[in-house]
């Protein structure tokens, strides 16, 4: 059985061969342990915390000194710490082989190796930091833009666990006065109480609410925009698709229908991640119909977020582009799953002499009945000419303000989304209790659920096993 008072360790550097790699010691044994395994001018045991030496790691072998590694060893003391526990860094030489020697000897001088995230557990554990902070940890980690990085540091300094914080403490104090007042009615009142209570109600709902809407955005922030490139043949996508890449990954030539095996790239511009679907059958053959990316151009729009469709502004628009409009419209009206997938209309190829004017293209999107969000931009993939607009459009339609005004930023998951939803459907009773006019205790019970509902959020109300199954997804040696 592992205990939470074993003292734990894991390689916390990437796989791969590098300068550095690391062997983290977190527990009570940590120090003892690196003090054996370490030949020097100094004792480890002796070093102030956040302090550090140099020599080797040897360990015994058949009664003889094997040396491990040329090290430097960095010792960190509790509680100022990740973990809040003892904490030894080993800096070793970053090879795979080097690594998994100097481990084994750590392992063998009395420590067990960690779980995926149960460093960041024991900081969870040890009160350092809260549950939303510690799944910030893993996105800062994993993310793959400038937003989400943004974002998760934002929600890694607590900023959204004082909101959350906050918003509990308002709702505690409530219900603690209705309390007092129930008890003790000599010394508090609840004369005009419900008008107190429901501006509060209100304002507390706003701010759920706030929470929730950018559920979404965290999303696009942590996995990209879903991002669909179509148009007709030779209108430019392969073209623009390059441009997004910022690099020749994309095969384009004069030839139609060059097909690419790649199913999935992602680019990042403005700081946002578009995953670009599809991109192999950007470059399908078929008939001509299909050519043109009508049937394909709808399937795109039911799963995407975001859909590209790149126009040659060189020629005159065509029925199929006309009947691709149309087709777009009529989703829109008929509300499917797609119709919420914003359109950005691309004249594309606009250093050459251009026929089509942004005004027609918005007729034109008028007469079609397109009601879902649009952009028209003019652009040239070969220049580049018109790509910084594209970027400000996709930040204008999926996120709201500016990368730089990131201040209330937050990267919302599932699990977040799940407790807020609590939270204000608990809200929403107390608020049906004071319509009806019920007596104040019958409201309590709902004050303290939505209380209850917003600690999960930081971990304050725990379920059984939730901890466990969030730290489960951490990568090892964090
Ligand atoms: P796709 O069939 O839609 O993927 O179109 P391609 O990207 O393969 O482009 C078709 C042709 O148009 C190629 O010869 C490109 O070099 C050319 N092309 C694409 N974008 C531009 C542009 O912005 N300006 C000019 N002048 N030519 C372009």
């Known amino acids: 059985m592992n205990s939470e008072n074993d003292t734990i360790c894991a390689i916390a550097t990437g796989t791969g061969s590098a300068g550095i790699g690391i062997v983290r010691l977190s527990g009570p044994e940590s120090v003892a342990i690196a003090d054996g395994l370490f030949r020097g001018k100094r004792r480890i045991r002796d070093l102030k915390s956040y302090t550090a030496a140099y020599g080797q790691l040897v360990r015994q072998t058949e009664g003889k000194e094997e040396l491990l590694d040329e090290v430097v060893v960095l010792v960190m003391r509790a509680p100022h710490t990740y973990t809040t526990e003892d904490v030894v860094e080993l800096s070793c030489h970053g090879g795979p082989l080097v690594l998994k020697r100097v481990l084994s000897a750590v392992m063998q001088a009395g420590a067990r190796m960690a779980e995926p995230g149960e460093f960041t557990k024991r900081a969870f554990l040890g009160g350092r930091i809260d ?19 943004d974002a998760s540091l934002q929600q890694l300094r607590g900023g959204l666990s004082k909101e959350i914080s906050g918003l509990r403490e308002k709702i505690l104090y409530e219900t603690a006065y209705i309390e007092s007042a129930l ?4 010394n508090y009142s609840l004369e005009n109480y419900p008008e107190h209570l429901r501006p509060l109600l209100s304002d507390w709902n706003d701010r759920i609410g706030k929470f929730l809407s950018s559920v979404n955005e965290g999303r696009l922030m942590r996995e990209g925009i879903r991002t669909a490139i179509v148009g007709r043949p030779n209108a430019g996508k392969s073209s623009i698709l390059n441009l997004l ?23 990042v511009i403005g700081g946002v991640q578009l995953v670009l679907v599809d991109t192999a059958g950007i470059r399908e053959t078929g008939d001509v119909v299909e050519q043109i990316g009508v049937k394909r151009a709808r399937e795109a729009a039911d799963t995407a977020d975001l859909i590209l469709l790149v126009v040659d502004a060189a020629k005159a628009l065509s029925t199929e582009e006309e009947q691709l409009l149309y087709d777009l419209a009529e989703q829109d009206r008929l509300g499917e799953t797609g119709g919420n997938a914003p359109l950005i209309l691309l004249l594309n190829k606009n250093d050459l002499d251009t026929v089509i004017t942004k005004e027609e293209t918005e007729k ?107 730290f489960r997804e951490f990568c090892m040696g964090k």
């Open 245 to 267: 890449l910022g690099e020749e990954r994309a095969i384009v030539t004069e030839i139609e229908g060059t097909t690419r095996d790649t199913l999935e790239e992602s680019a």
């Open 364 to 470: 034109a999107l008028e007469n079609a009945g397109i009601r879902r969000e649009y952009r028209i931009l003019e652009i040239s993939a070969a220049t580049g000419n018109g790509k910084t607009e594209l970027a400000e459009a996709v930040q204008s339609l999926f996120f709201s303000g500016k990368l730089e005004d990131s201040q209330e930023r937050y990267l919302l998951n599932s699990r977040h989304e799940e407790a807020l939803s609590e939270a204000r459907a608990a809200l929403g009773r107390v608020r049906e209790s004071l319509d009806a006019g019920v007596g104040e205790d019958f409201y309590t019970i709902d004050l303290m659920a939505a209380y209850e509902a917003l600690g999960k959020i930081i971990g304050e109300t725990l379920e059984d096993d939730l901890a466990d199954k969030i």
């Open 183 to 186: 008890d003790d009615p000599e």
């Open 131 to 149: 549950l939303s902070e510690a799944e910030a940890v893993m996105d800062v980690i994993a993310s793959g833009n400038e937003r989400a990085l």
